[in-house]
């Protein structure tokens, strides 16, 4: 399943019925792009939309979700990288810089690599909460962070167009043979039904099974996310047997 942006929801404390949370703190865009031919950093802003103050903890990782940040390990220095305040309706402007260390391997500079930028958004305990037990929730935002490095072949916008679809048994095959990664948001086959998409990172060839008693298409029509997040359409040919 595909989605912009992965809200995790982390209960800190029990009570017998939890409330729903939501993210106090978000993100402007839905994906950042390091594009090393505008140079080693790029901003994300995060802005306090709630009406209280909130504590949040920004890091990086590179695609376990589950490893803690003082654990993390990638070739991006993040400015401010300590938690902050944040009060109601402040904005604070997060700086990325591709930094590796001499000892890490350098990124492949032949193609995009992916890591996950996250804001973890940690509300107060209200003042009346002495003595009471109280469910609190920490809301966690994720979103891809893609470095591309500069003198890539072919534009990003033209990745999707240049996927190469063919059948694969009962199942529909994709390629991407550009060197960036293309998220697939939707994939529609004629009769309306659905079949899930996902990211395909550069020269990765996928394998996506047709729902039962589908009939192998002769052309898709899909949906991919561009640079900022927005879907775009397109249709493409089914080659093989």
């Not at 404390?13 to 390091?34: C, F």
């Not at 944040?86 to 995009?112: F, K, V």
């Not at 899930?196 to 996310?225: S, Y």
């Amino acid at each position: 399943m595909t989605s912009h942006a992965s809200t995790w929801v982390l209960a800190l404390a029990s009570i017998l019925v939890a409330a729903p949370a939501s993210a106090a703190v978000t993100l402007q865009g839905t994906r950042i792009i390091h594009d090393a031919r505008q140079g080693r950093d790029v901003t994300v802003r995060a802005s306090n939309v709630g009406e209280l103050p909130a504590m949040t903890q920004v890091w990086i990782d590179d695609g376990d979700s589950q490893v803690r940040p003082e654990n993390v390990r990638t070739p991006f220095r993040l400015t401010p990288a300590e938690p902050r305040l944040l009060q109601a309706h402040q904005g604070q402007a997060y700086r990325i810089t591709y930094a590796p260390r001499p000892s890490e391997a350098a990124l492949p500079n032949d193609r995009e690599s992916v890591f996950y930028f996250n804001l973890l958004d940690i509300p107060p305990k209200p003042s009346d909460a002495a003595g009471k037990n109280l469910l609190q929730f920490a809301v966690r935002t994720r979103i891809k962070l893609f470095h591309r490095p500069a003198g890539l072949p072919g534009e990003a916008r033209d990745a999707a167009a240049a996927l190469v679809w063919s059948r694969a048994g009962d199942a529909l095959a994709v390629r991407n043979p550009s060197a960036y990664h293309v998220t697939l948001s939707t994939l529609t086959l004629a009769d309306g039904r659905k079949v899930e998409v996902d990211m395909i990172a550069p020269g990765q060839q996928v394998r996506l099974p047709l729902p039962p008693g589908a009939a192998m298409p002769a052309n898709v029509t899909f949906q991919w996310l561009d640079d900022y997040g927005s879907p775009r359409d397109l249709d493409a040919p089914v080659s093989g047997p």
